[in-house]
C-alpha cells in the first residue's frame, strides 16, 4: 500500500469519527432536552401542590413547615438533576472521543510506516 493510499485511509477514517462523533452528541443533547422538560414539568407540578396547600392553611407554623418541607425537596431533586445531567456530559465526553482514539493511532501508524520507507 502506497503512503498516498495510507493517507487516504487515515483522511478517511478521521472524517468517519467526526460524524459518529456528532451523532453522539446530537443523542446527548437530545437526551439532555429531555431530562430537562421532565425535571421541568416536576418542578412545576411540586410548586402547583405547594401553593395548593399553602392555599388551605390557616396556621403561620405550619405555612412555614409545608414551605421548609417544599425548599428541601426541591433543592435535592435539583441536585439529583444536576447530577444526572453532569453524567450525561461526561458520557458524551467519552463516547465522542473514542472514534478518534483509533484514528490517532492509526495516523500514528501510518506515519511511522512512511518514515520507515523514506529511510
Known amino acids: 500500500m502506497s503512503n498516498?493510499?495510507?493517507?487516504?485511509?487515515v483522511g478517511k477514517e478521521a472524517v468517519?469519527?467526526?460524524v459518529r462523533s456528532l451523532s453522539v452528541v446530537t443523542r446527548g443533547f437530545q437526551q439532555i432536552a429531555s431530562e430537562t422538560t421532565e425535571y421541568t414539568k416536576r418542578s412545576y407540578e411540586q410548586s402547583a401542590r405547594m401553593f395548593e396547600q399553602l392555599s388551605q392553611l390557616r396556621s403561620f407554623d405550619k405555612v412555614?413547615?409545608?414551605?421548609?418541607e417544599f425548599a428541601k425537596n426541591a433543592y435535592q431533586d435539583w441536585i439529583s438533576q444536576a447530577t444526572k445531567v453532569g453524567e450525561i456530559y461526561g458520557s458524551m465526553a467519552r463516547e465522542v472521543y473514542k472514534p478518534f482514539e483509533q484514528s490517532f493511532t492509526n495516523a500514528i501508524n501510518a506515519g511511522q510506516s512512511a518514515v520507515k520507507q523514506a529511510l
Do not use: I, R, T
Open 16 to 18: 468517519d469519527g467526526a
Open 4 to 9: 498516498f493510499d495510507e493517507a487516504s485511509n
Open 64 to 68: 412555614v413547615e409545608v414551605q421548609n
